[in-house]
């Protein structure tokens, strides 16, 4: 899962504010020495970290006045000397800080509505990230000594009903703050988690205009209009790429009565669990007619990784990938964010479904061919 908490540092964000209020911070600093450096950023038009301003410890404490800001941005402190950083927003509104050396994650920020808002979904994320992580440390033990399929299918469904739960905290924060700029950057974690684009589209209307202005929200919309070209009912946008042996391999010379083309990778771990009913779907019906095509977003390093995983999961259908990993081109055609994804074409290459996985798979390429 891609969240917004490992990848918040490379985003510019700008949002208008009706009210100047002034812009100060202040705070604390347990257990740091006289005349160390703390110094205040914020990501510019490149994306790019820049420092704006710096202030000294003085016993444990510190306040700086800065500019008032016209846009809101994502800014963070950091301590000269101390790896990691501390979050916040821009905004003309006095901030305050609680910062704990040893453990910046720990810090707390307050002072003003939009870093409420930011700090309340950082936290949901930290939250969700720590339950992901203990339940796919208990998915690997029992893949380690076991490969019971009930025992697997238990924890898949626990796996599911937690991004379920994360979507329906996402939605509820955008409904509930439509001005706030935060809520673009939940939106975009919705497309990285594999929203659907009719739900994007939808909570994308809910934003307000000032917020539909922001670099990231015209970004997002540009990323939806594209994703609309690969909505079921569309054609499947035609590509060629490079399988194992280095041929080159088209779309449009693989397809079957029925095509599935997979989005994957030798790291994804919810890929390779899933591979296992893939391989039984395609053992059971290609000879009927139903082909795939896979698409690996690996590596340019791990080429020996990705050909492992196709011989260890016994991935006998075509396999495709450029090795770019995200940059992977075909992924970006079809608008890939988070794997495993997944695209069913009829036999006239129309999209029919998409992101089916279990017995939803195999019911609907049995519902095709029988056709």
């Known amino acids: 899962m891609k969240y917004l908490f490992l990848i918040v540092l490379s985003i510019s964000l700008t949002s208008c504010q009706e009210d100047t209020n002034g812009y100060a911070i202040s705070g604390n600093v347990k257990n740091l020495e006289n005349g160390k450096m703390i110094y205040v950023s914020s990501i510019d038009q490149n994306n790019q970290p820049q420092i704006i301003d710096s202030v000294l410890v003085e016993n444990e404490k510190f306040s700086l006045d800065l500019a008032e800001v016209e846009v809101s941005g994502l800014s963070f402190l950091t301590i000269k000397g101390v790896n990691g950083n501390v979050m916040f927003i821009s905004e003309n509104e006095p901030i305050k800080f609680e910062i704990y050396k040893d453990s910046l994650d720990a810090s707390k920020v307050s002072g003003g509505k939009e870093n409420q808002i930011f700090y309340e979904y950082l936290n949901h994320l930290k939250g969700l990230n720590q339950e ?73 209307e809910m934003l307000s205009e000032e917020m539909k202005q922001l670099p990231l929200a015209k970004s997002l919309k540009s990323g939806l209009d594209k994703r609309s070209a690969v909505e079921i009912g569309s054609k499947a946008p035609r590509f060629t790429g490079p399988d194992p042996a280095g041929n080159q391999l088209a779309l449009e010379d ?105 017995d939803d798979l195999e019911n609907k390429v049995k519902e095709l061919l029988e056709k």
């Open 132 to 204: 992901m992580m203990q339940l796919r440390m208990e998915m690997q033990q029992m893949a380690t000594t076991s490969r019971d399929p009930e025992s697997m299918a238990r924890f898949q469904q626990k796996e599911l009903e937690l991004r379920e739960r994360d979507m329906v905290f996402k939605k509820k924060m955008i409904k509930e703050n439509p001005a706030a700029y935060v809520s673009v950057l939940v939106l975009t974690d919705m497309q990285s988690m594999g929203a659907s684009t009719s739900e994007l589209k939808e909570h994308y």
């Open 254 to 358: 693989l397809m079957g009565k029925v095509t599935l083309i997979d989005f994957w990778a030798a790291w994804c771990r919810p890929c390779r669990i899933e591979n296992p009913n893939i391989v039984r779907i395609y053992n059971k019906y290609h000879d009927h007619g139903f082909n795939i095509i896979g698409v690996s977003l690996d590596r340019g390093d791990q080429r020996d990784r990705w050909l492992q995983a196709i011989e260890e999961d016994k991935l006998t259908w075509p396999q495709i990938s450029n090795l770019q990993f995200w940059d992977e081109p075909i992924a970006q055609l079809y608008g890939v964010r988070a794997i495993p994804a997944a695209f069913i074409l009829d036999e006239n290459g129309v999209i029919v479904a998409t992101n089916l996985r279990g």
